[in-house]
């Protein structure tokens, strides 16, 4: 049913916490399944995301798309991270099972509200 890249992520999930003073913080869940994800972001001053850490209540797609978003997105600028989709992410893991392509929309969802919220915060600069 999962790839061998989803169970990796799923039992050895990379970047999982929450930054320190994050920078930006997007909270995303979706009530049909009752995955939950917070995704909090550190930016550098040429706003490019020094660090991701993501928490996630959910199955184990969920944790790993969590998972592979974070690394996906850390070391890129705002811009590029903003261009992660959900399609990305699932092919990034060798695909997911179609009842479980809602995790890589949370996932791609998260990320984009920590930069909004990032930007948000940091409008005058």
Same mark, same amino acid.
């Given at each position: 049913?999962?790839?061998?890249?989803?169970?990796?992520?799923?039992?050895?999930?990379?970047?999982?916490?929450?930054?320190?003073?994050?920078?930006?913080?997007?909270?995303?869940?979706?009530?049909?399944?009752?995955?939950?994800?917070?995704?909090?972001?550190?930016?550098?001053?040429?706003?490019?995301? @020094?660090?991701? #850490?993501? %928490? *996630? $209540?959910?199955?184990?797609?969920? +944790?790993?798309?969590?998972?592979?978003?974070? @690394?996906?997105? #850390?070391? %890129? *600028? $705002?811009?590029?991270?903003?261009? +992660?989709?959900?399609?990305?992410?699932?092919?990034?893991?060798?695909?997911?099972?179609?009842?479980?392509?809602?995790?890589?929309?949370?996932?791609?969802?998260?990320?984009?509200?920590?930069?909004?919220?990032?930007?948000?915060?940091?409008?005058?600069?």
């Amino acid at each position: 049913m999962y790839t061998e890249q989803v169970m990796d992520h799923f039992q050895n999930p990379r970047n999982m916490g929450e930054v320190e003073k994050p920078d930006g913080v997007g909270e995303v869940g979706n009530p049909q399944c009752g995955d939950v994800m917070r995704i909090t972001i550190k930016v550098d001053d040429d706003e490019r995301i @020094e660090d991701v #850490k993501f %928490k *996630t $209540l959910g199955c184990g797609a969920a +944790i790993a798309t969590s998972s592979m978003v974070t @690394e996906m997105a #850390k070391g %890129k *600028t $705002l811009q590029e991270a903003e261009e +992660i989709t959900k399609k990305a992410v699932a092919e990034a893991l060798g695909g997911l099972p179609p009842q479980k392509m809602h995790c890589s929309n949370l996932a791609s969802d998260g990320l984009k509200k920590a930069i909004e919220d990032y930007r948000s915060r940091h409008k005058d600069k």
